[in-house]
């Protein structure tokens, strides 16, 4: 929603605590411009100043999700000792975008898990969460934002 959740403080714990141990930091536009001190990027450029910015302060590779942008495609952006890497996907247009964050997030921690390189797992998780999203409208659950339909893969339609 881009409403903020915690203090400065704790964003400061954040990004000296608990980032340097991670392998991955998956912020969105508004968390990496609040982590920055930056305003939201609004092009690729800002996007890779942010991005670059974060992984100096902690050392995780960061994946800067480009999904809360307003053109009609989601770019995310792979930042970490080997450079960058975009992912790009349509953008879909629905209301059930409830949950994507933490579903890309755990799509590519499962991915992490099975053995994939961090670029592999990025991108297999963005193919599969966009399908997730694309098939949501077949869910009727809720009320707002709906949830992405997570099994769009298992289902025969």
Same mark, same amino acid.
């Given at each position: ?5 915690? %203090?400065?403080?704790?964003? %400061? ?12 930091? #998956? ?18 450029? &800002? ?22 942008? #307003? ?11 080997? &450079? ?52 949501? &409208? ?20």
């Amino acid at each position: 929603s881009g409403d903020p959740l915690i %203090d400065d403080a704790a964003v %400061d714990s954040l990004m000296s605590e608990l980032f340097p141990l991670a392998t991955l930091v #998956t912020p969105n536009m508004h968390e990496a411009a609040r982590l920055t001190g930056q305003e939201l990027a609004r092009d690729n450029s &800002g996007m890779i100043r942010q991005a670059e910015q974060l992984h100096a302060a902690c050392g995780a590779a960061i994946l800067l999700k480009g999904g809360h942008g #307003t053109t009609g495609v989601s770019d995310d952006l792979l930042f970490s000792d080997g &450079g960058e890497q975009w992912f790009s996907a349509p953008r879909i247009d629905t209301p059930n975008t409830h949950g994507t964050g933490c579903s890309l997030s755990s799509a590519i921690a499962a991915n992490l898990a099975n053995g994939m390189p961090l670029a592999d797992a990025v991108s297999s998780a963005k193919r599969w969460l966009s399908g997730a999203i694309a098939a949501s &409208g077949s869910l009727d659950v809720g009320k707002g934002h709906g949830p992405v339909h997570h099994f769009h893969n298992l289902l025969e339609e």
